[in-house]
């Protein structure tokens, strides 16, 4: 039986913290489009662009800064 080292198990755990944060950041991203689409189609113009501006940002962060720039990069 092999031990893990340290240093692996650092590495490895932070790429699990990375992988979990980008996933809430994208789900979450999604939801708040979702919602800025619902409160457009109330006519509530300002609050929807306010959403959207926010969900593009969170998905911005989670799909690409930490989904493929620091997850995606381990295996390429």
């Known amino acids: 039986m092999t031990s893990i080292g340290?240093?692996?198990l650092a590495e490895?755990?932070?790429?699990?913290?990375y992988a979990v944060v980008a996933g809430?950041?994208?789900?979450?991203?999604a939801l708040v489009e979702?919602?800025?689409l619902q409160h457009l189609g109330a006519g509530e113009?300002?609050?929807?662009?306010?959403l959207a501006a926010?969900?593009?940002v969170m998905l911005y962060a989670?799909?690409?800064g930490l989904g493929y720039q620091k997850v995606l990069a381990e295996y390429i």
């Open 62 to 64: 989670g799909v690409y």
């Open 12 to 17: 490895s755990l932070s790429l699990i913290v």
């Open 34 to 36: 979702q919602a800025s």
């Open 6 to 8: 340290p240093e692996l």
């Open 24 to 29: 809430v950041l994208t789900v979450g991203g």
């Open 54 to 56: 926010l969900g593009g």
């Open 45 to 50: 113009a300002m609050i929807a662009l306010w």
